[in-house]
């Protein structure tokens, strides 16, 4: 596909929305932007320079001041990081910082994935998928995910993780997480990701 086209993914906490906008991206020959990226570099550059994450103009001025670079950012995917990239994804200062530079990115077409994309970032992107799981499915998902690198990892504390995150990032008053209007809800419980990735892939070429 030559087209200049916008897939916009959105969803809760381990949903599995990167893996399969990042296989997407592959399949399409389009640029893949995980969103959830930014905000995880701010919060890391936070936790790095010890700022209080109730001193909104303190993270503003550090978030001023970060040249984004998707290539350059490091894969920043820890319970720490998580938590305060989705605390200060509530500002919505900071999230206001981020607009531009998600939408320049898509310029030539782009697969994005993040909470907000089929909804403010992109509320005309061509497709819009929601993907979802059950929380317990989420939970096993990161669970043996974490489990490769660590053996102390605790299912409940995962979950708790995964729940507060989810609860904080859906009730924001600003872009909270949700399904668009338009967009096409995936609920992968029970599927293997190729199965989400064959139907995703069939419904774009129907057009
Ligand atoms: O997609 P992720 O789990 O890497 O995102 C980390 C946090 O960043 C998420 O809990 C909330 C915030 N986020 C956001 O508010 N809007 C986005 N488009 C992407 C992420």
């Known amino acids: 596909m030559d087209e200049k086209i916008i ?16 296989k997407l991206a592959k399949i399409f020959n389009l640029p893949h932007l995980d ?51 989705s605390i200060i994804s509530q500002y919505s200062e900071i999230r206001e910082q981020l607009i531009e530079y998600q939408r320049d990115f898509a310029s030539n077409g782009a697969v994005v994935d993040g909470r907000d994309i089929g909804t403010i970032i992109f509320p005309n992107a061509d497709y819009k998928f929601y993907i979802t799981a059950s929380l317990d499915q989420r939970t096993e998902r990161r ?16 979950k708790n993780d995964i729940n507060n995150r989810d609860l904080r990032d859906i009730n924001r008053k600003i872009a909270p ?18 199965d989400v990735i064959d139907f995703i892939v069939k419904y774009i070429h129907k057009g």
């Open 177 to 194: 997480l949700k399904k668009a209007e338009d967009a096409i809800e995936i609920d992968t419980t029970e599927m293997k990701i190729d």
């Open 35 to 85: 969103s959830g990226q930014l905000y995880r570099h701010i919060a890391y550059q936070a936790i790095k320079s010890e700022i209080n994450l109730n001193n909104k103009s303190a993270l503003l001025e550090l978030t001023n001041k970060i040249a984004f670079d998707i290539s350059e950012i490091e894969d920043l995917r820890n319970d720490e990081i998580s938590t305060v990239a």
């Open 143 to 158: 669970y043996l995910q974490l489990k490769k690198d660590s053996a102390e990892i605790d299912r409940n504390n995962i």
């Open 7 to 22: 897939i916009a993914i959105d969803g809760p906490a381990a949903s599995g929305k990167g893996t399969v906008a990042r």
